[in-house]
Structures are given as structure tokens and as C-alpha cells.
């Protein structure tokens, strides 16, 4: 069974920075493409990046490009999110997901974790 699980969220400033990891456990990510969401109270869940899991292609959604960057690290089964310049509205619920298609809509990713709460204050 594939797991995966977020850490690295937490309070932070308006213009500060933070890292979101996900390990995925039960699997290997190097199989997977590899994704990040969020998602506020009230909301769809919010597609932000993806990567394939070649590590070539890269997406973003637009309000975070040139903010946020996707990476992983094949060997230690570790997707991150390094998030910088971060904004009150980026306050959300965060979650990693995998699938195999390099999709974005949320119903096409095959896991999912639990997610990591980001507060940005103002």
C-alpha cells in the first residue's frame, strides 16, 4: 500500500519561506508523478505543482510561479515544495499526491496524504 506523508508546514510571516516534504513509503516515487495541492476551508482542493517522474516536465499553477519550486529526490522517496515570498492567501492545507498520467485535476491522482497546515500571517 502507498503511502504518503507531508511534514514541514507550520506558521511563517508574510514574505517568509518553507518547505513541505512528502515521503512516500510503499512504493517507489521514481514509478510516480508527483504532485502538490492545497486546499482552504469551503474550497476545492487547488492544484499548485507537478512534477513527471522523469524530473523533466514541470507545472505550476500561475499565483505561485517564480515563488514555489517542486523537486524530488528519487533516492530518498521525498517530493518537496519550497516555498518562498509566501503570501496571506497562501494559507492553506497543503497535500502531496501521486499518479501516472502527470494529471492536475484531483480526481486523477491515485494517492494522497493526510497534508501539512501552512499559516501565513499577515
Known amino acids: 500500500q502507498v503511502q504518503l506523508v507531508e511534514s514541514g508546514g507550520g506558521l511563517v510571516q508574510a514574505g517568509g519561506s518553507l518547505r513541505l516534504s512528502c515521503r512516500v513509503s510503499?512504493?517507489?516515487?521514481?514509478?510516480?508523478?508527483m504532485a502538490w495541492f492545497r486546499q482552504t476551508p469551503g474550497q476545492d482542493r487547488e492544484f499548485i505543482a507537478n512534477?513527471?517522474?522523469?524530473?523533466?516536465?514541470?507545472n505550476y499553477e500561475d499565483s505561485v510561479k517564480g515563488r514555489f519550486t517542486i523537486s524530488r529526490d528519487n533516492g530518498r522517496n521525498t517530493v518537496y515544495l519550497e516555498m518562498n515570498s509566501l503570501k496571506f492567501e497562501d494559507t492553506a492545507v497543503y497535500y502531496c499526491?501521486?499518479?501516472?498520467?502527470?494529471?492536475?485535476?484531483?480526481?486523477?491522482?491515485?494517492?494522497w496524504g493526510k497534508g501539512t497546515l501552512v499559516i501565513v500571517s499577515s
Open positions: 510503499g512504493g517507489t516515487i521514481s514509478e510516480y508523478n
Open positions: 499526491a501521486a499518479d501516472r498520467i502527470i494529471a492536475r485535476a484531483p480526481r486523477l491522482m491515485d494517492y
Open positions: 512534477m513527471d517522474r522523469f524530473g523533466t516536465t514541470i
